[in-house]
T-cell receptor
Framework: EDQVTQSPEALRLQEGESSSLNCSYT??????LFWYRQDPGKGPEFLFT???AGEEKEKERLKATLTKKESFLHITAPKPEDSATYLC?????????FGKGTRLHILP | NAGVTQTPKFQVLKTGQSMTLQCAQD?????MSWYRQDPGMGLRLIHY???????DQGEVPNGYNVSRSTTEDFPLRLLSAAPSQTSVYFC???????????FGPGTRLTVT
């Protein structure tokens, strides 16, 4: 069964404390993996697309990586404004599957 | 550019009522989609369209209809609202299927 699992469900960090969010997937025919950020009461906002194992993308304090089974979103020296829910989505051959997200809270 | 717009922002319906959620985009995107987001669950695809005149079902299409008469607009119709349709609905668009999607601000729907 095609599946996308994000962990942890929630994460609290001190400002400046680096960490990683995980997105593991089992799908047939991966066409792309997407990371989105969602603030409370708003729609998801696109961050990154990864297409093949070994690919990496960076934007400010965020870095996304991809292997054949999972993706990581690394957050370096986070700030309170990085607090949000981070969603992972996998585009398979005939469907798109979203994970349930990781709620990230950065304490000042 | 306004991006993806959705109306209304909030709506309360009684069981059995019908309504249309509006979605429009000004980015000339071919692909548009509707999702629902429920607590503890990921976004689930309701219906999608790969271009004007073409629509298809997603994961949870029952109780919803869509049409795509223009590139810009993709309305979602609830035929006979049920409490199980209480959710937050997001419309999204992308230049083509398989590319990053741009989401609207959402419609929070409550069915009593």
């Amino acid at each position: 069964e095609d599946q996308v699992t994000q962990s942890p469900e929630a994460l609290r960090l001190q400002e400046g404390e680096s960490s990683s969010l995980n997105c593991s997937y089992t799908v047939s025919g991966l066409r792309g993996l997407f990371w989105y950020r969602q603030d409370p009461g708003k729609g998801p906002e696109f961050l990154f697309t990864l297409y093949s194992a070994g690919e990496e993308k960076e934007k400010e304090r965020l870095k996304a990586t991809l292997t054949k089974k999972e993706s990581f979103l690394h957050i370096t020296a986070p700030k309170p404004e990085d607090s949000a829910t981070y969603l992972c989505a996998v585009q398979a051959f005939d469907k798109i599957i979203f994970g349930k997200g990781t709620r990230l809270h950065i304490l000042p | 550019n306004a991006g993806v717009t959705q109306t209304p922002k909030f709506q309360v319906l009684k069981t059995g009522q019908s309504m249309t959620l509006q979605c429009a985009q000004d980015m000339n995107h071919e692909y548009m989609s509707w999702y629902r987001q429920d607590p503890g669950m990921g976004l689930r695809l309701i219906h999608y369209s790969v271009g004007a005149g073409i629509t298809d079902q997603g994961e949870v299409p029952n109780g919803y209809n869509v049409s795509r008469s223009t590139t810009e607009d993709f309305p979602l119709r609830l035929l006979s609202a049920a409490p199980s349709q209480t959710s937050v609905y997001f419309c999204a668009s992308s230049r083509d299927e398989g590319y990053e999607q741009y989401f609207g601000p959402g419609t929070r729907l409550t069915v009593t």
